[in-house]
C-alpha cells in the first residue's frame, strides 16, 4: 500500500546546527482486528535517531505534526514508536517527510541556551563520548605515575621481606654505603653497612683513576701511542722466535733413537 511507502525525514538539532541527520519513519500497526485498532492506526515507526534522544524528545519532536499520546524507544535507543492521539497527526508526518523537507528541533536538550550539565544529543553526543575515552595527556601522565609509585613501593617491600628472611635464616645483610663500618638490628635483623665494601669500591675507584691519569700522561701525544705499539709488537716477535727456539730443542731432546 501506498501508505506503508518508507520515508527520510531531515532533522537539525538546534537553529545553529549546520549539520541534518535524517529519520526514517513509515506507518506502523494497521491492522484493524487487533486490540486498540484506533491507536494503532495513529502510530508511526521512527528509525535512526540522534544519540542522546529521549522518549520526552521523540515526544516533543513529533508534537510538530499533532498531539502525541505515547512516545517509547527501543533499548538501543536508535528507533521507537510515537503513537498520535489522532490519524491526522501521522499523515501530517508522513506527509512532510515525503516532500523531503527539514524539521528543526530546538527543544529538549538540544535547545539553545540549556543546561551545560545536561547530556548532549546528536552530533555533540558523538564528541563527548569521543573525548570521554581519551582523558588527555595529563590524566595519562597521572596514570603513569601513580603506576610507577606503586611498583617502587612494590619493589621496596620484596626487598624488605628478603632481608627478614636473610636476618631469620642467621646471616648478616651487608648493605652498601659510604662511611665506616657500622652494625644495627632493625625488625630483629642485623644490617652492616660501610666497612669493607665501602672501602673496597673507594679503593678500586682511586686505582682506576691512578692508572686512567698515568695512561693520560704516558699517551697524550699520537706519536708516543704508536711507539708504544711499536716497542709491543717488537717485543711480541722477540719471543715468538725464543719460544720457537725453545721448542725446537724441546723435540730435539724428546728424539729416540734406539739404534
Given at each position: 500500500?501506498a501508505?506503508?511507502?518508507?520515508h527520510?525525514?531531515?532533522?537539525?538539532l538546534g537553529?545553529?546546527n549546520?549539520f541534518?541527520?535524517?529519520?526514517v519513519?513509515?506507518p506502523?500497526g494497521?491492522?484493524?482486528?487487533?486490540?486498540?485498532?484506533?491507536?494503532?492506526?495513529?502510530?508511526?515507526?521512527v528509525s535512526g535517531?540522534?544519540?542522546?534522544?529521549?522518549?520526552?524528545a521523540?515526544?516533543?519532536?513529533?508534537?510538530a505534526?499533532?498531539?502525541?499520546s505515547q512516545?517509547?524507544?527501543?533499548p538501543?535507543?536508535?528507533s521507537?514508536?510515537?503513537v498520535?492521539?489522532?490519524?491526522?497527526?501521522?499523515?501530517?508526518?508522513l506527509?512532510y517527510?515525503?516532500?523531503g523537507?527539514?524539521?528543526e528541533?530546538?527543544?529538549?536538550?538540544?535547545?539553545?541556551?540549556a543546561?551545560?550539565?545536561?547530556?548532549p544529543?546528536g552530533?555533540?553526543?558523538?564528541?563527548?563520548?569521543?573525548?570521554?575515552?581519551?582523558p588527555?595527556?595529563?590524566v595519562l601522565?597521572?596514570?603513569?605515575?601513580?603506576?610507577?609509585?606503586?611498583?617502587?613501593?612494590?619493589?621496596?617491600r620484596?626487598?624488605r621481606?628478603?632481608?627478614e628472611?636473610?636476618?631469620g635464616?642467621?646471616?648478616?645483610?651487608?648493605?652498601?654505603?659510604k662511611?665506616r663500618?657500622?652494625?644495627?638490628?632493625e625488625g630483629?635483623?642485623?644490617?652492616?653497612?660501610?666497612?669493607?665494601?665501602a672501602?673496597?669500591?673507594?679503593?678500586?675507584?682511586?686505582a682506576a683513576?691512578?692508572e686512567?691519569?698515568?695512561d693520560?700522561?704516558?699517551?697524550?701525544?699520537?706519536?708516543?701511542?704508536?711507539e708504544?705499539r711499536?716497542?709491543?709488537?717488537?717485543e711480541?716477535?722477540?719471543?715468538f722466535?725464543?719460544?720457537?727456539?725453545?721448542l725446537?730443542?724441546?723435540?730435539?731432546?724428546?728424539n729416540f733413537?734406539?739404534?
Open positions: 500500500m501508505s506503508e511507502k518508507i527520510t525525514l531531515g532533522l537539525r537553529h545553529s549546520p541534518l541527520q535524517y529519520l519513519v513509515k506502523h494497521q491492522s484493524k482486528n487487533s486490540a486498540g485498532a484506533e491507536n494503532s492506526a495513529a502510530a508511526l515507526f535517531l540522534p544519540l542522546g534522544v529521549d522518549e520526552d521523540l515526544r516533543e519532536l513529533f508534537e505534526f499533532g498531539a502525541v512516545a517509547v524507544l527501543h538501543l535507543k536508535r521507537g514508536i510515537v498520535f492521539r489522532a490519524e491526522s497527526g501521522r499523515a501530517a508526518a506527509k517527510a515525503a516532500r523537507q527539514v524539521l528541533f530546538a527543544g529538549g536538550r538540544a535547545a539553545e541556551g543546561d551545560e550539565e545536561d547530556e544529543a552530533v555533540k553526543a558523538w564528541v563527548a563520548e569521543h573525548k570521554a575515552a581519551r588527555g595527556n595529563d601522565q597521572q596514570q603513569i605515575d601513580d603506576w610507577m609509585d606503586a611498583h617502587d613501593a612494590e619493589q621496596e620484596k626487598a621481606e628478603k632481608q628472611a636473610m636476618g635464616d642467621g646471616w648478616t645483610v651487608v648493605v652498601r654505603a662511611g663500618k657500622r652494625t644495627r638490628e630483629g635483623v642485623t644490617v652492616q653497612t660501610g666497612g669493607v665494601a672501602s673496597a669500591a673507594v679503593a678500586a675507584a682511586a683513576a691512578k686512567s691519569q698515568a693520560q700522561r704516558g699517551d697524550f701525544y699520537r706519536f708516543q701511542r704508536r708504544r711499536r716497542n709491543e709488537l717488537v711480541l716477535r722477540q719471543r722466535d725464543e719460544d720457537r727456539k725453545r725446537a730443542q724441546l723435540k730435539a731432546a724428546r733413537r734406539p739404534y
